[in-house]
């Protein structure tokens, strides 16, 4: 006969479950007045808890209509993540005087907004505190968040304690997490409505909504008929909003300004002439989006056409820029400087010129030291002459090769990224293939330490491998190129999309890098839909992964937008940052914030500004923390603006268990 088997509860997903933390208009953090209709409602916080010192009441009288509602609030941070076809079992303690009590649940549809979903359980009369438990019915398709709590239909006093919600899927089994595999390998939602642009180029705003530029989108109609698009898309509405578009921005260059514009760098002039007399041609145009009135600026002409260039901010706010192809379809060795202090792109004889062809889509990264690091990441073709990587100094006017990098011919369309956090210097390589000699794609990383007397490159760990369109399986060293890698704020790098071949055999794999051990964790979900040339994976605010584009040589373009929710998301509530004392940060300064529990770390990433497996500006920049004694924080923040460049960025904090906040958009000056 078995002894007794021990029991395990999974994690309690609400925030504030014990109604015990306060917002600032004294009602419990996360929790919402709402409801309508006639008669008077008294809505307050108790001593009469169940538990703890509050509990929280509502009082109904004279009503014939309508009803009063004890709810959480309905937006990313509040609201519990959940799983399409999942049951959760919803639970609290309550007394009431009114039999016209239910427990209500409202979802989320990830096109259509916040709805009414279903109405649960109706509660008996009781006087002393009684706990209910109640199981939903299967979460419906399309549904990322649910809201729920107890409506009031009738006259009476109903009081409400202690909340919990698990998922009741999978059963708890020792730990905290009862989603199944999502528990480890997160999970992703195709969104029930197509892309209307043509994603190339993707840049996260700081009002948290995306542009999302298309231009001609490799398109030798659109091009010819100046049929030229862009859209914002805000994640909280899943609304597309279409923008006059004035120029070609295909294959621009872009990166957020300072003061949160965007600055759009080159594109394409024209496309290759039918009798071969040209191939491509740079646009030597730049523009400036505004987030505020969704609107292109043309600024001064640059002094040269840049079709596929760079653009990286510099420790003073400045942009550079360098490589593309000119306006002649030859490469181009100007290097451009945009000086925000003027709002335009210098002469030629006001910029250092090292007069070198960097590439396409070089990936520059500023380093601690002001200098810049050329990783070895492009596209097309083969890299730089020499050992594929070096550090450019930009005001000795100096290159310097840096030896390691592996296969630096075959690290086109390859990614690269600055590891968390960005204090350490450690830049990741992944991937990369060669679309001339269109080799099987590799499996090769490669990292290294800019601190060091004299960097240079070593192997990374393989990565790791996944399944082909037919099921099949990579063998040997076969990998991906058109990789993605993403910072997200529990300070792994998530890497996915890719294919084996110049725009061909898309292969599923993603996984996740711990840059603390140096290693891949395979087998994360993997997105339903192929994703190799011109597609682009970045964060959302919320912490969930927006994944956009594919473009195989048939010339077609997947217009299906997927979310990744990761790993995180699924072990508990979130923790909040209830309040953040000043917005506008200043270089070495301490800032306050307040949170509704322990947090072990926060941070300051930058919005994405990604195309063509390139953003050499994503970075995540470590904010040492202090608790005091009332539980609120203070956050350090560095003094040398080349680890964080100024503009806006995402702060998140962090629980133990991983589980960052909603991010809160600062200033950092």
Known sequence: MLGAQPAFAGANLLVDPGLETLDANGFPVCWEQSGWGNGTVNYS??????????????????????????????NPSCAPSVTPNHQYDLGLWYTTTTPNTVVTAFRHDIAGGWQYWTDLETLPVTGSYTHTSVRTPAVPPHTDQISWGVTVYGNG?????????????VPATGTACTAGDACTAGSWQVMPFLNPVRSMHAIVLHNGKVLLMAGSGNDPMAFAAGTFTSAVYDPVTATFTQVP??????????????????????????????????????????????????????????????WYPSATEMGDGDIISFG????????????????????????TSQVHQSWNFWGLYPSMVLMQDGRLFYTGSHVFGNGTPGSGASIYDYNANTITDVPGLQSKDTRDQSMSVMLPPAQDQRVL??????????????????????????????????????????????????????????????????????????????????????????????????????????????????????????????????????LYTPPYLYHGARPQIT?????????????????????????????????????????????????????????NVTSNPNLAPPGYYMLFAVNANGVPSVAQWIHLM
């Open 45 to 74: 916080v108790t001593s009469d808890a169940h538990s703890g010192t509050r509990a929280m009441r509502i009082t109904v009288a004279g009503v014939t209509t309508g009803d009063r509602k004890a709810m959480m609030v309905e």
């Open 157 to 169: 006093t109903l009081t409400t304690d202690d909340y919990t919600m698990e998922d009741a899927t």
């Open 245 to 306: 578009t004035p120029a070609d921005m295909f294959c621009s260059g872009h990166v957020q300004l300072p003061d949160g514009r965007v600055l759009i760098v080159g594109g394409t002039k024209s496309y290759p002439a039918a009798d071969a007399s040209h191939g491509y041609e740079g646009l030597n145009t730049g523009y400036v989006f505004d987030p505020a009135t969704q609107t292109y600026t043309r600024t001064n002409d640059m002094n040269d056409g840049h």
């Open 324 to 347: 593309g192809l000119r306006g002649d379809s030859s490469g181009s060795v100007t290097t451009e400087l945009y000086s925000t202090a003027a709002q335009a792109w210098q002469p």
């Open 429 to 562: 390589t992944v991937g990369g293939g060669n679309i001339v000699s269109n080799v099987d794609a590799g499996r090769q990383t490669d990292i290294i330490d800019l601190k060091a007397a004299s960097p240079a490159y070593t192997p990374g760990p393989l990565l790791p491998q996944g399944r082909m369109s037919d099921g099949s399986m990579e063998t040997g060293s076969q990998g991906k190129m058109y990789v993605s890698t993403v910072l997200l704020p529990n300070g792994q790098v998530f890497e996915t999309n890719g294919g084996l071949h110049n725009r061909a055999d898309p292969v599923f794999e993603a996984s996740m890098f711990d840059p603390a051990t140096n290693t891949f964790t395979p087998a994360m979900a993997t997105d339903p839909i192929p994703r190799t040339y011109h597609s682009a994976s970045f964060l959302l605010p919320d912490g969930r992964v927006m994944t956009v584009g594919d473009n195989p040589g048939n010339g077609s373009f997947d217009m299906h937008v997927s």
């Open 579 to 635: 309040g953040v004392a000043n917005t506008m940060w200043s270089y070495g300064s301490s800032q306050h914030i307040t949170v509704d529990a322990p947090i072990v770390r926060a941070e300051l990433i930058r919005p994405a500004a990604v195309t063509h497996s390139s953003d050499p500006n994503q970075r995540f920049v470590d904010l040492p923390l202090s608790v005091n004694g009332d539980g609120s924080v203070n956050l």
